[in-house]
């Protein structure tokens, strides 16, 4: 009889989202007359930029051509968007990433989950609290999370950093040795930023004690403070201690399109194996490229034309973000996040609980959110908002959220 991993049934089921949906179509149902405004998603709402649909035109014709035919790529993805990447993310930066340590992938999601194939089972795993749920999830289904405790909502063999309000929804340092450290800023879901002096001691720990950090900056465009940087390798020593994951998805509308980059630096190596190797074996091994007219889509992004008009899209984001951030301020909520983020996350009233006060705003206020509890434990007490809606709808939304407060 064969052997299944036993690790799946370990899983709790995926409450958060599905949870959302049964609570909003039974609303819904009950209520037919009532036209909802979601603010819970996370997708993007804008179409794809002008430059980047040209692009994939411009490839598409090509491929219909014998000479701009192509076939199955170089798996680390085409040298025109890993050289346009090296150098106007990076380069230009100050940061000296080179073209051959990224690896273009089809998901921030992917690379965040496939990462895990690169590492022992016995290494000691630390996330944040709340958390993107793909950290906790890909290590459970690997046999490094342990056991999942129904009534703390936590795994046994995880090290959970809480993020709360007390220490600005910034991880400290975990009292005892952790070897993969899962950071991510901008944060999904309180949108808390993190900046050069804050990231430091996490860069001197992991390369204190051969910890890798895995840097998330699915979100770093959405950065607009001064001195807070856009890449962990802009943090002298990073190069040597993480794994930096980036996304074109709310970057540039690209969540249905799929491209996303991996950095791996050459200089790091533990336990005398580089880890850009040990990638590049990886991919190699079980991936075969992203298409090729999606990677020219991604490239135009690179180009004068093309980062103006991502910048727009962003703009129209980052208005919305001000908009929830301001009004549910003004209705009398303690929020935070929104400013380089797309996320606000917002302290529900009176200690009342995620859940009830999600149904509160469905029902009242017919506004969909998402409750903050279904991040982890410490994200009770909190919703999050996000700025991909519409920007009417937007307005709207906050109306009415201040009208039930
Ligand atoms: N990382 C974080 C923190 C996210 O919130 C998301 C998407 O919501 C992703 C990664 C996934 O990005 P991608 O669409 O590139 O898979």
């Keep these: 009889m064969v052997q299944m991993n036993a690790n799946f049934q370990k899983l709790p089921g995926s409450y958060l989202f599905s949870e959302i949906a049964r609570r909003v179509s039974a609303y819904t149902e009950a209520n037919p007359d009532k036209k909802l405004i979601k603010l819970g998603i996370g997708d993007v709402t804008l179409p794809l930029p002008a430059a980047v649909t040209a692009a994939m035109h411009a490839a598409v014709d090509e491929m219909a051509t014998a000479g701009g035919f192509h076939g199955y790529g170089p798996e680390q993805g085409y040298a025109f968007l890993r050289d346009a990447i090296a150098r106007q993310d990076y380069q230009d930066r100050g940061v000296s990433i080179q073209p051959d340590e990224i690896f273009i992938s089809d998901g921030a999601k992917s690379d965040c989950g496939n990462i895990v194939d690169l590492f022992g089972l016995d290494n000691k795993v630390a996330v944040c609290d709340p958390v993107y749920p793909v950290y906790v999830d890909t290590n459970a289904m690997a046999g490094r999370a342990g056991d999942f405790n129904e009534a703390t909502g936590r795994w046994s063999n995880l090290v959970y950093m809480p993020c709360v309000a007390e220490n600005g929804f910034l991880p400290e340092l975990p009292r005892e040795d952790v070897d993969m450290i899962y950071l991510c800023f901008p944060n999904n879901p309180t949108g808390a930023a993190a900046t050069k002096e804050q990231l430091l001691p996490?860069?001197?720990?992991?390369?204190?004690?051969?910890?890798?950090?895995?840097?998330?900056?699915?979100?770093?465009?959405?950065?607009?403070?001064?001195?807070?940087?856009?890449?962990?390798?802009?943090?002298?020593?990073?190069?040597?201690?993480?794994?930096?994951?980036r996304s074109f998805s709310k970057?540039?509308?690209?969540?249905?399109?799929?491209?996303?980059?991996?950095?791996?630096?050459?200089?790091?190596?533990?336990?005398?194996?580089?880890?850009?190797?040990?990638?590049?074996?990886?991919?190699?091994?079980?991936?075969?490229?992203?298409?090729?007219?999606?990677?020219?889509?991604?490239?135009?992004?690179?180009t004068p034309e093309g980062r103006a008009q991502v910048q727009?899209?962003?703009?129209?984001?980052?208005?919305?973000?001000?908009?929830?951030?301001?009004?549910?301020?003004?209705?009398?909520?303690?929020?935070?996040?929104?400013?380089?983020?797309?996320?606000?996350?917002?302290?529900?009233?009176?200690?009342m609980g995620s859940w009830a006060f999600f149904d509160r705003l469905l029902k009242e206020a017919n506004v969909v959110t998402t409750p903050g509890a279904g991040f982890g434990p410490s994200g009770e007490g909190y919703i999050r908002l996000t700025g991909f809606g519409e920007r009417e709808a937007t307005r709207q939304a906050v109306e009415r959220i201040r009208g039930v407060l």
């Design 312 to 351: 727009a899209n962003l703009a129209v984001y980052q208005e919305n973000a001000r908009v929830i951030r301001e009004g549910l301020a003004a209705a009398g909520l303690t929020v935070s996040g929104g400013v380089d983020s797309p996320y606000v996350w917002a302290q529900t009233p009176n200690g």
């Design 202 to 245: 996490w860069v001197e720990y992991a390369n204190r004690t051969g910890a890798v950090l895995l840097y998330d900056s699915a979100y770093e465009t959405f950065i607009t403070t001064p001195g807070v940087p856009h890449t962990i390798y802009e943090i002298p020593g990073a190069e040597t201690c993480a794994i930096e994951f």
């Design 251 to 302: 970057t540039a509308g690209f969540t249905g399109t799929r491209c996303a980059y991996t950095v791996v630096p050459k200089a790091l190596v533990r336990q005398g194996l580089s880890l850009n190797a040990m990638w590049n074996r990886r991919q190699c091994t079980k991936f075969n490229g992203v298409p090729y007219v999606v990677q020219r889509g991604a490239a135009a992004i690179y």
